[in-house]
């Protein structure tokens, strides 16, 4: 079969710059217009009103008191997914008994569900008629509307994060290193830090950012959990949707963009892991 | 999983005597169960049984309610908005993505590593300042939004602002679903066709194309999915009219708000198995395509 | 798979009492020991106020007033606001399911008396001072400067093109009162081209305005919220809320209909949870001081509400509040219950029907 040997109008370095030119343009502009001008739009409304309004929103109570609670939410979450996060990633790629896959797949279902249907889960099963509202209110224990239920909501979703980066890490690297280590004597938990953890690492602090992003972000669980009591179960991002709702937008303005920012730093923090991880598997 | 022949190392084993005790085996039995059993029970409380209780409490009323909740005209309006603004973005972003993740692995040129960072700010960033950024951007107190509207083209409230949410927060899903697979592409294939006189397109179109085709549906479905269940960003861009801008997950929150949560239940658990069935078809494909292409 | 101590399910029980813990936390501030029917003082009491979404101007100056005067007649002792403000529909809701409120200051008596059908509210809130009604308001019109679209009464809400703003009546009371004002102001005769006592006339006009409703918002303060944004060429809401923002120099314009229903809000101590919380005695002074001619004043001047007498209200005065032509309540349409689950939001109700036609 004999293809044409095109005679190309432009010399053929020359097209291929203007395609590649081209196709690079096309980029640039779809993620300058989606992502980027949104940015400069926050950064602007955030910075219009001056030093001023930062100082003044940062300085008021019901801010910090969001700022705070949306801390420990992250903290716990962040404590809690990281450890179970990893003793799950162990059981997925080390253990085995019938069922192991089914498990895998479970950890993916938080990142299938919309966040609102979460904060639906825990309705169901800590409000009025909920499975597990008796036992709760029966000791006093307040779940809904305080701080254990948006915790609760905030884990499910972050769930499948850590495990996720680590499994493919822990897939990778196989148990030769460790079966050495403890030949030669290291009990379970010297091998777990000096050769199991330390080989994750890279991917595990890519988990954990995304956590903390994810975490530091949440809105919709939240919403219906929480109560929106300023001072008590006002988070970062519920502060936000107050300040638009009382007439307070540079303040709105304000939080979200520091929020923006944290999240930027984050995301720096995550491709440089990323990039470290990706070097050390090659290695 | 790699499996690797484990070389006798020189040093002496430590002295074990005839074999494993009863209560050593005993212990590492406990400790492996105890181990399998936290995730489990993590797992079980923390996601199956919250699945468990949506699904139930949705069908709680038997199988007329449920089918009853959701073609009430606004969730039978809401489930098909949400499914064809989600598709939509699937599309947009499957062209877009699939040309953003090639210019990413194929082309060099200065900022390209920028382009590649602010490719994940999606990821990253809180849905909740992700409306409020669109809001400042075309709001009609800002210079572009006015312009807008003198022009007659309104994005707030309009389904305009829901798909660029929606479009916003999907796009990092697909670029990198189908870079993998892109950079895990042989290139030798391709120079063969070259060689032997094929243009690019069809180069693309014949070799490059059908190799890439799995990552790009992946990344299609995955925005899909996450598109379905969108509501920080959704919620402040969405004028909430029934058959024009409510999307199923704002009208979730308005039947827990409203007092209805057998209806929320039941129409979430349309939304999310929906979902999941996706994510699954998703890791099917991306493992398989994986196997294809080495 | 190595040995691995039991260290690990040690890990499960470490991160279950973190949850745990966390929800002790939140459970001393609130003065409860653990089983109900006891309590314990505490140094410094916290009241948790859920209120409806747009009253968090006149709430805050009321709150921080009583603050103070508890103080200078209560050795010095501080007590603690915590509050929520969003649609009323939504907070009678979350009280239902466990929001721990002490006070609920709603919109409308049906959210009240949601709470108090679910046993959370043990006294006869309605025998209180003004039947349990703290401040009134009518609903208006929200038009842009000018009146361009010449609204001026309810059948101008039906031109078509027109954009009107309105929330959700599943959730904001407010938006229930505007269906309401409507429906009312029809069978009262007082729409030009809508029979008086005709439910059909109502359904008819009820549906005029709904084909032109663009936004649905989840609460009455952010649906006026949308408007002040630009969206819309009229948005029904409270008359006070337009008052607020025209002192906020915003350029919203309240156009009065000349028939209107008195918007009456109500306030009332859950008794559930101010027992709980041991703070029973300081929420019940709360609700009285909003009784008081100091606590009108600020409601008038703050919040821009009218006053709780009909007639009064009806008169306005003030420079402020211009006269309403037919001023009625609820009752005078058969009382919330008829309304709520018969004429208007039953299953054959008049807005019912009318939305049943618009969405198709």
Same mark, same amino acid.
């Given at each position: 079969m004999s293809a044409e040997v095109r005679t190309p109008r432009l010399s053929g370095s020359t097209r291929r710059l203007l395609v590649h030119g081209g196709f690079t343009a096309i980029a640039i502009l779809y993620v300058g217009v989606l992502v980027v001008a949104p940015l400069i739009g926050i950064a602007w409304a955030a910075l219009r009103g001056g030093l001023s309004t930062w100082t003044s929103t940062l300085a008021q109570p019901d801010v910090v008191h969001a700022y705070l609670i949306t801390g420990i939410i992250t903290a716990i979450t962040f404590f809690v997914t990281t450890v179970l996060g990893v003793v799950v990633a162990l059981v997925i790629t080390r253990d085995r008994f019938p069922g192991r896959s089914l498990l895998s797949a479970f950890v993916d279902l938080p990142l299938a569900v919309s966040p609102v249907i979460v904060g639906v889960m825990a309705v169901l099963l +800590?409000?009025?008629?909920?499975? +597990?509202e008796p036992w709760f209110s029966a000791r006093g224990i307040q779940i809904l509307f305080a701080l254990p239920s948006m915790v609760l909501v905030t884990i499910f979703i972050c769930i499948p994060f850590v495990i996720r980066e680590v499994v493919p890490v822990l897939q990778e690297l196989g148990v030769s290193e460790e079966e050495a280590a403890s030949t030669l004597g290291a009990s379970s938990w010297q091998t777990f830090f000096r050769v199991t953890l330390k080989n994750i690492r890279w991917g595990l602090l890519y988990g954990i950012a995304l956590t903390t992003a994810r975490a530091i972000g949440e809105i919709g669980a939240i919403l219906i959990v929480s109560g929106s009591i300023t001072g008590k179960t006002e988070t970062a991002t519920l502060y936000i949707l107050r300040a638009f709702d009382q007439n307070q937008d540079p303040s709105g303005y304000v939080v979200a963009l520091t929020l923006a920012l944290v999240s930027i730093v984050l995301l720096v923090g995550i491709e440089a892991f990323k990039r470290r991880e990706e070097r050390e598997l090659r290695t | 999983m790699s499996t690797q022949t484990l070389d006798r190392p020189s040093v002496p084993r430590p002295q074990r005597g005839p074999g494993p005790r009863p209560w050593v085996t005993a212990r590492a039995a406990m400790a492996r169960w105890g181990l399998r059993g936290t995730a489990l029970l993590y797992l079980g409380l923390l996601i199956v049984l919250p699945t468990v209780v949506v699904v139930a409490r949705g069908f709680g009323k038997g199988l007329t309610a449920f089918r009853d909740a959701l073609t009430t005209p606004g969730a039978r309006e809401a489930i098909i908005l949400t499914v064809g603004l989600a598709a939509v973005t699937a599309v947009i972003n499957v062209v877009f993505g699939t040309e953003l993740a090639y210019v990413l692995v194929r082309y060099r040129f200065p900022g390209r590593r920028l382009l590649s960072t602010i490719v994940d700010i999606p990821f990253a960033i809180p849905t909740l300042v992700t409306g409020v950024m669109l809001r400042a951007l075309y709001g009609p107190i800002s210079p572009v939004g006015a312009f807008l509207d003198r022009h007659g083209i309104q994005v707030i409230f309009a389904q305009a602002g829901i798909l660029l949410a929606l479009l916003f927060v999907t796009l990092p899903l697909v670029v990198r679903t189908v870079q993998p697979v892109l950079l895990e592409l042989d290139e030798t294939e391709e120079e063969a066709a070259r060689v032997l006189g094929a243009s690019r397109w069809l180069t693309f179109r014949r070799v490059v194309f059908p190799k890439l085709r799995p990552g790009i549906v992946a990344g299609g479905l995955l925005a899909f999915a996450r598109a379905l269940g969108e509501f920080g960003a959704v919620v402040i861009v969405s004028g909430n009219i029934i058959g024009k801008t409510l999307t199923a997950p704002v009208l979730i929150t308005q039947l827990i708000n409203g007092g209805k949560p057998e209806d929320a239940a039941a129409v979430a658990t349309l939304l999310f198995g929906l979902s999941f069935v996706l994510v699954l078809v998703t890791e099917r494909l991306l493992s398989t395509g994986r196997k294809e292409a080495s | 798979m190595q040995s691995r101590p039991l260290g690990a399910r040690a890990l499960g029980l470490v991160a279950a009492a973190a949850v745990l813990a966390s929800a002790c936390a939140t459970n001393s501030s609130g003065g409860t020991d653990g089983s109900p029917g006891t309590c314990t003082q505490q140094e410094s009491p916290v009241i948790t106020l859920a209120a409806y979404s747009n009253v968090y101007d006149v709430y805050g100056k009321l709150i921080s007033n009583f603050q103070t005067e508890w103080k200078d007649s209560h050795d010095g002792q501080q007590v603690i606001f915590q509050t929520s403000f969003a649609g009323s529909t939504t907070q009678a809701q979350n009280v239902v399911n466990g929001f721990p409120a002490d006070i609920v200051a709603l919109s409308l008596a049906p959210d009240v008396q949601m709470i108090q059908d679910a046993g959370l509210?043990?006294?006869?809130?309605?025998?209180?001072?003004?039947?349990?009604?703290?401040a009134t308001s009518v609903v208006v019109f929200d038009v842009r400067p000018g009146n361009p679209k010449h609204i001026e009464n309810w059948d101008d809400l039906t031109q078509p093109g027109l954009e009107i703003l309105t929330p959700d009546p599943a959730q904001s009371g407010g938006a229930r009162w505007n269906i309401v004002a409507a429906y009312g102001a029809s069978m009262r005769g007082h729409v030009p081209g809508y029979a008086a006592n005709d439910p059909a006339a109502a359904e008819k006009l009820l549906e005029g305005i709904f084909k032109n409703v663009t936004v649905m918002d989840k609460s009455a303060n952010d649906s006026i919220k949308d408007f002040q944004s630009g969206?819309?060429?009229v948005a029904i809401t409270y008359e006070y809320a337009v008052l607020a923002a025209q002192k906020a120099g915003l350029p919203d314009e309240a156009v009065i209909p000349s028939s209107t229903v008195s918007i009456q809000t109500p306030v009332a101590v859950v008794d559930e949870y101010a027992q709980e919380h041991c703070v029973e005695d300081i929420a019940n002074a709360f609700v009285k001081y909003l009784h008081t001619k100091e606590a009108e004043d600020l409601f008038t001047s703050v919040g821009y509400e009218r006053s709780v007498n009909l007639k009064q209200a009806k008169a306005g005065?003030?420079?402020t509040y211009p006269a309403v032509k037919d001023l009625f309540t609820t009752d005078d349409l058969g009382g919330w219950d008829q309304l709520q689950s018969d004429t208007v939001f039953g299953p054959d109700g008049a807005f019912t029907k009318a939305q049943q036609t618009v969405t198709g």
């Open positions: +800590f409000g009025r008629g909920g499975w +597990f | - | 509210i043990t006294h006869d809130w309605t025998q209180a001072t003004d039947g349990g009604i703290m969206n819309g060429d005065g003030g420079g």
